[in-house]
């Protein structure tokens, strides 16, 4: 991998902007949903978007979602974006928390969804509640929080592709899920085969060819970290490839991903959280804030 800073959503002091949305293009312009925010863990963050030519230099245009009224499932924040495009709608999805980020925090997070006929919204919520909840079965991968919808568009159906913890267990053994709706707006219906994947912290996915890739992260059982998964059916996923200090928290910018066009292929760039490696002699000080900068790929 490959890192380049980025101009309008790049490092900017006293200000954080973390968790990129996947990259989408409309016209001629490429667009990315992120969280901002006062803190560098994100869980007080609102919903922000930003539109480029070149996926360089970017326009921080403005606030897409804020946080839910006061008692809502979402009233403590919304972050950790992603963008669905279809039935000729925009349909964003984020992660929502009801209580106030205070040390220690223990996010009981929760999926949720607005729409909008424009890229630069107005976005209207769907529903008054989450379109995708944490299980209620203690014993389940995901029975303390879900977080972090990557959307594609599978066999006529949406399948969402989100992280999960299960209650007692650290960050560190998050898994992965994937839930299928008819329609865009759900219901989101949890696969039974979940978890499909035994790790992952950041979730990336993207069609590859006539099934599904999953790049993973340095989270979970070590013959699958730092690689990129495989699956024919979206469901079983195997080893294709390492991947040599991939990008954190990514967003990719996936030109089939809502296509169903059988030619998906390995995402060549997209936007992460920053970090020094590759910012020309920047380095992390006490208190600096996350910021956005871009990766282009170089598998090995």
Not at 263 to 290: A, Y
Request: hydrophobic residues 35%.
């Amino acid at each position: 991998m490959s890192y380049t800073e980025l101009s309008g959503i790049g490092w900017e002091k006293g200000v954080m902007r973390r968790d990129p949305s996947d990259v989408i293009k409309v016209g001629d312009l490429y667009y990315v949903w992120y969280s901002k925010g006062p803190d560098s863990t994100g869980y007080t963050a609102t919903v922000w978007y930003a539109t480029s030519e070149d996926g360089v230099d970017w326009a921080e245009k403005g606030q897409a979602v804020a946080k839910g009224k006061a008692g809502s499932w979402e009233a403590g924040g919304v972050f950790t974006p992603n963008i669905l495009v279809a039935e000729g709608k925009y349909w964003l999805f984020y992660t929502g928390v009801s209580q106030e980020y205070t040390r220690p925090f223990n996010p009981d997070s929760k999926i949720g969804m607005a729409v909008s006929d424009s890229p630069d919204g107005p976005w209207e919520r769907i529903g008054s509640g989450p379109v995708l909840v944490n299980s209620d079965d203690p014993s389940d991968f995901d029975s303390h929080l879900v977080d972090d919808a990557c959307l594609i568009v599978r066999d006529g159906k949406y399948w969402l592709y989100y992280k999960g913890r299960q209650l007692g267990k650290s960050p560190a053994q998050t898994k992965m899920g994937v839930a299928i709706a008819d329609r865009p707006q759900g219901p989101y219906v949890k696969h039974e085969a979940n978890p499909v994947i035994q790790g992952n912290h950041e979730v990336v996915v993207w069609p590859q060819g006539e099934g599904v890739a999953a790049m993973i992260g340095t989270t979970g059982p070590k013959e699958i970290t730092n690689s990129v998964l495989y699956s024919e059916d979206g469901i079983h996923f195997s080893k294709l490839h390492d991947v040599v200090e991939g990008p954190w928290a990514a967003g990719a910018y996936r030109p089939e991903a809502f296509t169903e066009s059988g030619k998906g292929d390995l995402p060549e760039w997209g936007v992460e959280i920053g970090r020094p490696r590759g910012m020309k002699g920047q380095s992390w000080q006490k208190g600096q804030l996350p910021f956005i900068q871009r990766w282009d790929s170089e598998l090995q």
